[in-house]
């Protein structure tokens, strides 16, 4: 969703939540400790190709948790194509050799029977109908049997998040006629198609003589919205907590909301995150003290305080139950929260697990994965007889990265098992918690998140009783532990080749070398803090963002920074430390996926700090492993002329050939979500919010949008822009990227 990082203070930006005033700290503390393991790293790697089969080899060993299963060994080929240039153009651009086509867009019809979208602000009734803001996304194929077949190449479906709209003021203007309501109270036929707009959709694709398409009139497809009845599950299922006048047993709850970043159980189910959810409720301005209870504390943390405003107004569409509960405010007597909200906004900020194969299945909101700004949920290696893990980011800034590892062992009969969410009850219900510790040399720690821990037992911030607790609050129970405090965790992912996981870092204002208030120096893992600009703009920070990998060793892990992301002729010594050319530079790395088919990495941003010069695009990358590169110190000088000197690790340069840009795409959007068919020859794209920076008072003529994507590209009627799943191929045929 849409950065305005630039100035934070002066722009809305609902995906750059900034809420950890935490006194915790980064460990500026302990820079300047350093270890010879280093040495040892880079001593057994050679080149990029023995590094591959070195770390395969590690990983096909077996026995913890260091990695995914990999069945047969992925060694990336060398990238193939010719590097896409940065461009401006109003249009998604792929390499010669290859074609991009719109496959879904926004309104376009999911449920059997819908009129096809008319784009000019009239369209009702987007529960059957694609939502907006397409993001994470995930292949479920589908075999001539029209059963689950995990081998299938030409038939599947697809389950896309749709996390948010595009805003200006309160309304998402380019589904109202006229762009809708910006002042309160908002009419409910203006919320009923925004509610709606929002959660995910499953829908089948198949690829004919023609080409790949979408079946609007599938039975299988189907939506959830803010309003789907869902299951909580796990530590917080039946806690007082989540006790609402809709749930008074605190075991369900309604909806999901702001779904980003995604994940593929073993199993065969989809994980979404739940990300911005907060910024949708609203509380009183006296609700403190109307509580008067620890849930203060906790509402705080995740950026309510008292007063504050909803993001859409949606609780002014009337006074039905839908609209009233995004109103978080004790309003009611009772003293267990079942006849008001006040309880509502702890039923939002999981990992939800859908059946993409059965419609008619509950989702369930797997609590014990932590309550945060989640995005991609990404399993290291699956072996038989050993537990799972599965690794987590909170993207805001300043926030942690976290693990969970299942309290149950792995059979591999469950893989298959007929009812996938059972299989998802055994494994992610039941599981410990950790949150990561970067250490300045290299190495770091899992610190668990349990009231079995002292430092959370004993926590004078806020007083944890229970795994419901730690469920709920995962936050303050980080915080109580020290976290690292890092540049916005958003994707991760697991390179199937070795099992290390890759944690994109998208930027963040606050990393500064003089600190104001709420500010953080810069340490090793997150090294950088200067000044980019942007026209006459200045952006402060680490805005550029970059991508940390690690190395799980069980209890701990070692890290390296793979790429820091750069203008290529930033400087060297402060800035591009990677070494970024004109093919290669990119700025706030956001979506992050790794094919299991190429093993290429691939990179996607959500940037508003280099879109003077170039829209966001997606990289192919050919990464190596964690310290094949070596340490940098990156000498900074503080306003008073002395120099802060950080050591930070930097991956192995990239060459040519190992990364290159693959796409640009249209004028103000972002690129995220990428799934792709196991044969490794069709990857399916998300472009979400083409078109945003357009002002509402320009609704009406299609000449002022800042795009008129996918219109322009022969996609559908109206000019208005819209998010859209885009398909790419190779035109000989080929596996995409190589
Ligand atoms: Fe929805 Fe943090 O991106
Ligand atoms: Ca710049
Ligand atoms: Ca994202």
Known sequence: MTHREIAPEQAIDFNNENANNSANPTFESVLGARLSRRGLLRGSVGTVGTAMLAGFGV????????????????????????????????????????????????????????????????????????GDHHDGMEWFGLGADGQRNDNATERGLLAINHEATTDEKLSSFFIH??????????????????VALHGIAVIEVTKTAGGWGYAPNSARNFRLTPLSPMELSGPARGNAQLVTKYAPTGTTTRGTLNNCG?????????????????GYFTRGAADDAARGDKSVVSLKRYGRNQGAASRHGWETGGLEDQYQRWNISKTGASVDGSDDYRNEMNGMGYIVEIDAYDKTRLAKKRTGLGRFAHESAAFGKVVAGQPLTVYMGDDSRGEYIYKFVSSAVWSAADANAADRLAVGDKYLDSGTLYVAQFSADGSGKWVELSVSNPAIAGYAGFAFTSAADIAIHTRLAADAVGATKMDRPEWNAVNPANGEIYFTLTNNSNRSIDPASGQYLPDAANPRAYTDMKGASKQNGNPNGHLVR?????????????????????????????????????????????????????????????????????????????????????????????????????????????????????????????????????????????????????????????????????????????????????????????
């Not at 010669?96 to 602000?121: C, F, K």
């Not at 006629?177 to 925004?194: C, I, Q, W, Y």
């Not at 998300?686 to 996609?715: C, F, L, R, V």
């Open 59 to 130: 990983s096909a060993c077996g026995g913890g948790s260091d990695g995914p299963e990999v069945e047969t060994p992925i060694v990336p080929q060398l990238l193939g194509f010719t590097a896409v240039g940065k461009s401006l153009a109003d249009s998604v651009i792929v390499p010669a050799g290859y074609t991009a086509s719109v496959l879904y867009a926004l309104g376009d019809p999911v449920l059997p029977g819908t009129s096809a979208y008319r784009n000019d602000g009239t369209d009702t009734d987007f529960d059957k109908r694609a």
């Open 177 to 194: 006629a006229n762009g809708g309501a910006s002042t309160l109270p908002r009419p409910a036929v203006e919320v009923d198609k925004e």
């Open 262 to 278: 995604t994940g593929k159980t073993p199993w065969g189910t989809f994980l979404t995150g739940e990300e911005n959810w907060f």
């Open 550 to 738: 690690l190395k799980d060793t069980g209890a701990g892990f070692q890290w390296d920074v793979y790429l820091f992301g750069a203008e290529a002729g930033a400087d060297k010594g402060l800035v591009n430390l990677s070494a970024l050319t004109d093919d290669q530079d990119f700025s706030s790395p956001d979506g992050l996926v790794f094919s299991k088919a190429t093993g290429i990495c691939w990179i996607q941003t959500d940037d508003g700090a280099y879109t003077d010069v170039t829209n966001c695009m997606m990289l192919a990358a050919v990464p190596g492993s964690v310290g094949d590169g070596g340490k940098k110190t990156l000498n900074h000088t503080k306003a008073d002329g002395s120099i802060l000197a950080v050591d930070t690790y930097v991956g192995k340069a990239a060459t040519p050939s190992t990364l290159k840009r693959f796409l640009v795409g249209p004028k103000g959007s972002e690129i995220t979500g990428l799934a792709e068919t196991p044969d490794g020859k069709a990857i399916f794209v998300n472009i979400q919010h083409p078109g945003e920076g357009t002002a509402m008072a320009n609704i009406s003529d299609p000449a002022k949008y800042q795009s008129q994507w996918p219109a322009n590209a022969g996609y559908g009627s109206g000019k208005r822009p819209r998010s859209a799943t885009i398909v790419i191929t190779k035109n000989d045929g080929g596996k995409v990227g190589t």
